[in-house]
């Protein structure tokens, strides 16, 4: 199979096809011009050592090396083929909060760190220690959205961690038993392959019902996990794109404080066979590690391509073989070939 890793390169094909239109319109027009000092036929004889065939043939080199230059850089491939590889590992399922409250401080400090900023950073170094295992996204405030589906790809759940912000779902409010479900039903359909939840939040319902669904959840073999965010004291929640200092209030002009419902978290860890760990904890993320070890790893297949073999060196050896050739090439006659003409009888 030969193919390009960057075929949109190859619109620059074009260019041969131009240089040779205009060296041929080069030609005519001085055609053109020599035939106002007279025959063409005797103006060539007072010109013995110019060559009629050696700037073609110069031109075919140069356009053949332009042309093996562009074939280079869209970075010819061939020589891939399917093969399966086998990992071993567990499948989990992030809940990340994205309700207006993840704004708020994560400590007692109204100005500290905010939640969904310390959620972000757990959750990153996180991900560099799931070596192996399958991850996949919510997101949730008062609806949830699947936000990246199971994949291997740490790099792209990454890219997703650092562009989730509050207000990315309209209904706002907190429903953690609509986030285990979502999450629930992200998971593969394989019965042998381990499966957990892991729900980031200040653990504010709004909904209800949350314990009893990761009851379900734990009754289905999915371990459910719960990180809290926040500090008891509580903290007020900034306006989002306001300024510093502007914090959003209830209908009676009163600051609206936030804070972590421990208690909610623990119940809902222990309803899913889960822990709950303080997130502001140091050793927050060794206890999440240490909990997901308990699941045992199962065998995943998935299928993967080699990488297909480069086979740009080829053309940059023909290009280099074209140029040097052009390069001892002259346009004056070559001596051996003066007394022969190649188009016209002697």
Same mark, same amino acid.
């Given at each position: 199979?030969?193919?390009f890793?960057?075929?949109?390169?190859?619109?620059?094909?074009?260019? %041969?096809? $131009?240089v040779a239109? #205009?060296?041929w319109? @080069?030609?005519v027009?001085r055609?053109?011009r020599?035939? !106002?000092?007279?025959r063409?036929s005797?103006?060539?004889s007072?010109?013995?050592?110019a060559?009629?065939?050696? %700037?073609t $043939?110069k031109l075919? #080199?140069?356009?053949? @090396?332009?042309?093996?230059l562009?074939i280079?850089v869209a !970075?010819?491939?061939?020589?891939?083929?399917?093969?399966e590889?086998?990992?071993?590992g567990i499948e989990?399922?992030?809940?990340?909060?994205?309700s207006?409250?993840?704004l @708020?401080s994560?400590n007692?400090?109204?100005?500290g760190i905010?939640?969904?900023?310390?959620?972000r950073l757990?959750?990153e170094?996180?991900l560099n220690?799931?070596?192996n295992?399958?991850?996949?996204l919510v997101?949730?405030a008062?609806?949830?959205?699947m936000?990246?589906?199971?994949?291997?790809d740490?790099?792209s759940a990454?890219?997703?961690l650092?562009?989730?912000?509050?207000?990315?779902?309209n209904?706002?409010g907190?429903s953690?038993a609509?986030?285990i479900?979502?999450s629930?039903?992200?998971?593969?359909?394989a019965k042998?392959?381990?499966?957990a939840i892991i729900l980031?939040?200040d653990?504010e319902?709004h909904e209800?019902?949350?314990?009893?669904?990761?009851?379900i959840?734990?009754?289905n073999?999915?371990?459910v996990?719960?990180?809290?965010?926040?500090?008891?004291?509580?903290?007020?929640?900034?306006?989002?794109g306001g300024?510093a200092?502007?914090?959003?209030?209830?209908?009676q002009g009163?600051t609206?404080i936030?804070?972590?419902?421990?208690?909610m978290?623990?119940?809902i860890?222990?309803?899913?066979d889960?822990?709950?760990?303080?997130g502001?904890?140091?050793n927050a993320?060794?206890?999440?590690?240490?909990?997901?070890?308990?699941?045992?790893?199962?065998?995943?297949r998935?299928?993967s391509y080699s990488?297909?073999a480069?086979?740009?060196?080829?053309?940059?050896?023909?290009?280099f073989i074209l140029?040097?050739i052009?390069?001892?090439?002259?346009?004056?006659k070559?001596?051996?070939?003066?007394g022969v003409?190649?188009f016209?009888?002697g």
């Amino acid at each position: 199979m030969f193919d390009f890793a960057y075929p949109q390169y190859l619109y620059l094909l074009g260019l %041969p096809v $131009v240089v040779a239109l #205009l060296f041929w319109w @080069a030609r005519v027009s001085r055609k053109a011009r020599l035939r !106002r000092f007279g025959r063409l036929s005797v103006i060539e004889s007072l010109m013995p050592d110019a060559s009629r065939y050696t %700037p073609t $043939v110069k031109l075919v #080199l140069q356009l053949l @090396a332009l042309t093996a230059l562009v074939i280079i850089v869209a !970075r010819p491939r061939a020589g891939s083929k399917e093969q399966e590889t086998t990992s071993a590992g567990i499948e989990v399922m992030i809940a990340f909060d994205v309700s207006n409250s993840m704004l @708020a401080s994560s400590n007692d400090a109204p100005d500290g760190i905010s939640r969904i900023d310390r959620a972000r950073l757990l959750l990153e170094k996180l991900l560099n220690r799931l070596d192996n295992d399958k991850v996949g996204l919510v997101v949730f405030a008062g609806e949830s959205k699947m936000q990246l589906p199971l994949t291997m790809d740490f790099f792209s759940a990454k890219m997703y961690l650092n562009e989730l912000v509050p207000g990315m779902i309209n209904n706002q409010g907190t429903s953690l038993a609509s986030a285990i479900k979502m999450s629930m039903n992200g998971f593969s359909p394989a019965k042998d392959v381990h499966k957990a939840i892991i729900l980031i939040t200040d653990a504010e319902d709004h909904e209800g019902a949350a314990v009893e669904t990761a009851r379900i959840a734990a009754e289905n073999g999915i371990q459910v996990d719960v990180i809290g965010l926040g500090s008891a004291k509580g903290a007020p929640i900034p306006l989002p794109g306001g300024k510093a200092g502007q914090y959003m209030t209830d209908m009676q002009g009163q600051t609206v404080i936030t804070a972590v419902n421990e208690q909610m978290g623990r119940e809902i860890a222990d309803a899913g066979d889960g822990i709950y760990v303080n997130g502001a904890a140091s050793n927050a993320l060794d206890q999440l590690t240490e909990q997901l070890d308990t699941l045992s790893k199962s065998e995943f297949r998935s299928v993967s391509y080699s990488a297909a073999a480069e086979q740009f060196p080829t053309f940059a050896w023909i290009a280099f073989i074209l140029l040097i050739i052009d390069g001892f090439m002259v346009d004056r006659k070559i001596s051996w070939l003066r007394g022969v003409n190649f188009f016209t009888r002697g």
